[in-house]
């Protein structure tokens, strides 16, 4: 399984897209949350504003320490839920309420972040639903944080694949999906052979993320199934 993103390694991202006072609002903001737990409620949603905006990293096609699809927001947020004083189901509790109050950055935040915390019973519990939340959106940004790390390892096999082939239709990149290489599956690729095999029989384009799972000469848009 993709080893999960390390906080060290967000903070070292951060620090080449924050100004010095934007990582000082982190810094203070990572205390406040340790001393008192509902400060975070506050904090949460003024990440973007108060530390920094846009691409954590540049667009690259190379393997990194920290994915590329996560946003300066993502990374501060992440790291507001590891300060947190909590464990087991009160983690789970609080985890939850951001995701279900927040908005549509916050709830990426949120199952981003989850990929930080130590994954006992009580967490698993309450973040399962959550990713089967995000995989139920239409919101690609959302869809993808939902099949980052904590997903990826937590979601059982048919979910998993479903996810996969949702990312297909709405044209998210598969590489930006954690765990594909351990967890594709004869049946993952029998389904996304399937999906190609209609739309070349409709005239349509196949898409291009298809072949990291199915190896062309498997593809025969002809034949019956």
């Known amino acids: 399984m993709t080893p999960y993103t390390d906080p060290s390694e967000l903070r070292a991202a951060l620090r080449e ?8 609002w982190l810094e203070e903001a990572l205390t406040r949350v340790a001393e008192r737990r509902s400060a975070i409620g ?3 949603p003024a990440a973007g504003r108060e530390c920094a905006r846009g691409p954590l990293v ?6 990194r320490a920290v994915p590329r699809t996560w946003t300066c927001e993502d990374a501060v947020r992440a790291l507001l839920l590891t300060a ?3 464990e087991g189901a009160e983690l789970g509790s609080e ?4 995701y279900r109050y927040g908005d549509a950055a916050e709830k990426r935040g949120v199952l981003r972040g989850l990929g930080l915390l130590r994954a006992d019973e009580g967490l698993v519990e309450a973040g399962l639903p959550l990713v089967r939340d995000g995989l139920r959106s239409n919101d690609t940004n959302l869809v993808a944080a939902a099949l980052s790390e904590f997903g990826a390892s937590r979601l059982d096999a048919p979910a998993y694949r479903q ?7 709405l044209g998210i990149p598969l590489r930006d999906i954690a765990g594909l290489p351990e967890r594709a599956d004869a049946e993952l690729a029998r389904m996304l052979n399937d999906y190609a095999r209609e739309r070349s029989a409709a005239g349509r384009e ?3 993320d298809v072949w990291r ?8 848009p002809h034949r019956e199934a």
């Open 17 to 24: 897209r924050a100004d010095t006072s934007g990582m000082r």
């Open 42 to 44: 506050t904090l949460f």
């Open 58 to 63: 540049e667009d690259s096609e190379e393997p």
């Open 84 to 86: 947190l004083p909590l």
């Open 95 to 98: 985890v939850t309420a951001l």
């Open 163 to 169: 996810g996969v082939l949702k990312c297909v239709f």
């Open 206 to 208: 196949i898409p291009a």
């Open 213 to 220: 799972i199915v190896d062309p000469p498997e593809l025969h």
